[in-house]
């Protein structure tokens, strides 16, 4: 269970073993037990004896930006980069096993757009092209695989180029499945220039947090990336491995927006034409993105729940990172 705090002047309070939310609406008493982390947004306040309260009992406080992403983070002293891991990963980033493992991110990524494009766009009613622009990422992929290097930095720059280009194809196809007003012509970030960029972004910064936890939970050091590593104390290492799931948000927040519930209290528009989502969106948008995360798939035989497969993977990745110790 998560305690999501972004409405301005909620507080959070800690009352023996239990967190106490107050708000204009009256207070709600919720045990600790079973709260996995605490998300703060701009407005909302938490005391020092709940976030002690929370290291207690190992849960994530993460402190968000507008944008849904953690600006910051507290967590037990249990966690954090273990030195063997650490000193595997340094030597990892520049082996050619990470350009082997970047390749395969990439390939993966294209290959889950493909899956995506196909479900929506082959449904009744849905004007696209879809196996021509599948085939054409699938000749992006055929790059990816044939792409010879030995050390990231040598490949990079294809890497970033039929990523970009692939992902134009792959939003202009699936941007059918959508009604007409909520079809982008492209994708805009920091900050979102229409609704359904606003809604992807928000979801990205959320998957942003739980990938971030993931690896730190096993010990890896978020801040070491493989192919994105210029931005400077930036968590670069989720960058890179959020590609593998950025799917999740995007079926998620395709799905909600066509079934044409997002009404103006969603959102709200800027003097400078931005648009940003309002606690309503947020709230069924964060809502209907755990509801997705906590289904149970199979991923290599294991059955789990998309967020627990984060874990798993961000597992995995650390045992990788010792062979290079």
């Given at each position: 269970?998560?305690?999501?705090?972004?409405?301005?002047?909620?507080?959070?309070?800690?009352?023996?073993?239990?967190?106490?939310?107050?708000?204009?609406?009256?207070?709600?008493?919720?045990?600790?037990?079973?709260?996995?982390?605490?998300?703060?947004?701009?407005?909302?306040?938490?005391?020092?004896?709940?976030?002690?309260?929370?290291?207690?009992?190992?849960?994530?406080?993460?402190?968000?930006?507008?944008?849904?992403?953690?600006?910051?983070?507290?967590?037990?002293?249990?966690?954090?980069?273990?030195?063997?891991?650490?000193?595997?990963?340094?030597?990892?980033?520049?082996?050619?096993?990470?350009?082997?493992?970047?390749?395969?991110?990439?390939?993966?990524?294209?290959?889950n757009q493909q899956a995506l494009m196909l479900l929506f766009c082959k449904q009744e009613g849905v004007d696209v092209d879809v196996d021509k622009n599948i085939a054409r990422i699938e000749d992006y992929r055929n790059k990816v695989k044939a792409l010879e290097g030995d050390i990231v930095n040598d490949i990079s720059?294809?890497?970033?180029?039929?990523?970009?280009?692939?992902?134009?194809?792959?939003?202009?196809?699936?941007?059918?499945?959508?009604?007409?007003?909520?079809?982008?012509?492209?994708?805009?970030?920091?900050?979102?220039?229409?609704?359904?960029?606003?809604?992807?972004?928000?979801?990205?910064?959320?998957?942003?947090?739980?990938?971030?936890?993931?690896?730190?939970?096993?010990?890896?050091?978020?801040?070491?990336?493989?192919?994105?590593?210029?931005?400077?104390?930036?968590?670069?290492?989720?960058?890179?491995?959020?590609?593998?799931?950025?799917?999740?948000?995007?079926?998620?927040?395709?799905?909600?927006?066509?079934?044409?519930?997002?009404?103006?209290?969603?959102?709200?528009?800027?003097?400078?034409?931005?648009?940003?989502?309002?606690?309503?969106?947020?709230?069924?948008?964060?809502?209907?993105?755990?509801?997705?995360?906590?289904?149970?798939?199979?991923?290599?035989?294991?059955?789990?729940?998309?967020?627990?497969?984060?874990?798993?993977?961000?597992?995995?990745?650390?045992?990788?990172?010792?062979?290079?110790?």
């Amino acid at each position: 269970m998560e305690l999501i705090l972004n409405t301005y002047g909620v507080s959070l309070n800690r009352e023996g073993e239990s967190f106490v939310i107050t708000s204009a609406d009256g207070r709600q008493r919720i045990p600790s037990v079973g709260i996995t982390s605490i998300q703060i947004s701009r407005g909302a306040q938490i005391t020092s004896d709940a976030v002690l309260l929370a290291i207690e009992h190992e849960i994530e406080v993460l402190f968000m930006d507008k944008s849904g992403k953690p600006m910051g983070r507290i967590w037990s002293p249990r966690y954090g980069s273990i030195s063997t891991i650490r000193k595997g990963q340094l030597n990892f980033v520049y082996s050619k096993a990470s350009v082997q493992w970047i390749k395969r991110v990439i390939d993966k990524k294209m290959e889950n757009q493909q899956a995506l494009m196909l479900l929506f766009c082959k449904q009744e009613g849905v004007d696209v092209d879809v196996d021509k622009n599948i085939a054409r990422i699938e000749d992006y992929r055929n790059k990816v695989k044939a792409l010879e290097g030995d050390i990231v930095n040598d490949i990079s720059p294809s890497l970033r180029g039929w990523e970009g280009r692939a992902a134009n194809i792959y939003f202009t196809t699936i941007n059918a499945f959508l009604p007409e007003p909520l079809r982008f012509k492209e994708r805009s970030q920091h900050p979102a220039m229409d609704v359904t960029n606003a809604f992807l972004n928000y979801g990205y910064g959320v998957l942003y947090g739980r990938i971030e936890g993931a690896l730190i939970k096993a010990g890896i050091d978020p801040y070491i990336g493989v192919m994105h590593r210029d931005d400077y104390n930036r968590p670069v290492l989720v960058y890179d491995v959020i590609e593998l799931y950025r799917i999740w948000v995007d079926y998620v927040v395709y799905t909600l927006l066509a079934q044409n519930v997002v009404t103006d209290e969603f959102y709200s528009v800027r003097e400078d034409q931005s648009f940003w989502l309002e606690p309503l969106g947020r709230r069924v948008l964060i809502q209907s993105l755990n509801d997705y995360l906590s289904e149970v798939i199979t991923v290599n035989g294991t059955q789990r729940s998309r967020l627990t497969q984060i874990s798993l993977y961000a597992q995995s990745l650390a045992q990788i990172f010792k062979k290079y110790e």
